[in-house]
């Protein structure tokens, strides 16, 4: 097993399979899309109201809403890269399964399948695989509020731009 250090959900991957995801992930890098390598500062709170705040601090708010939002946006298309190469072990680990077990006749595809699901390698990654898909809806969450919450203080600061100028 590889410890991952920077991405601690594969700590009890394997490293073969750590590798795949790695690699995955550095051709979606070389597409231009650079992942954000860097933690934005602590984020900040999110007051109840905006309108009473200043323009530097509504300006202030976005840039570091809009940090967070970008990094949990890496994080989210690291974590979908780990489910996808998860997922295509799995199946193959079933079907290598399959492939050299003797069934009885008359056993169907669909009992083969149920059959060779029930190995240990199989069970640990397919509760490794539901871990990542539960980490990664609450991860998309996450990032749904922060976008919605760096909307809202672009919007205030547009609002106050046409308001102000460039107050």
């Known amino acids: 097993m590889k410890k991952a250090v920077k991405y601690p959900f594969l700590d009890d991957i394997p490293e073969d399979l750590v590798l795949k995801i790695e690699r995955l992930y550095k051709i979606y890098a070389k597409l231009g899309l650079q992942e954000q390598s860097d933690v934005p500062d602590t984020l900040m709170n999110y007051p109840s109201t905006i309108s009473s705040l200043s323009t530097y ?6 840039a570091n809403y809009t940090a967070w939002s970008g990094f949990t946006s ?33 056993v169907t ?6 059959r060779a699901a029930n190995g240990t390698n199989v069970i640990q990654l397919k509760e490794k695989l539901e871990e990542l898909e539960a980490l990664g ?7 749904e509020r922060l976008d919605m919450q760096v909307m809202a203080l672009r919007s205030e600061l547009r609002r106050r731009e046409a308001e102000y100028g460039n107050a």
């Open 57 to 62: 601090d509504v300006a202030d708010l976005h």
């Open 74 to 106: 890496d994080k989210f298309k690291y974590l979908m890269a780990a489910t996808l190469v998860l997922k295509s072990e799995l199946e193959s680990k079933i079907n290598q399964k399959i492939a050299i077990t003797t069934y009885p006749k008359g």
């Open 109 to 114: 595809a669909l009992e083969k399948k149920a």
């Open 137 to 143: 809806e609450m991860i998309k969450i996450e990032r």
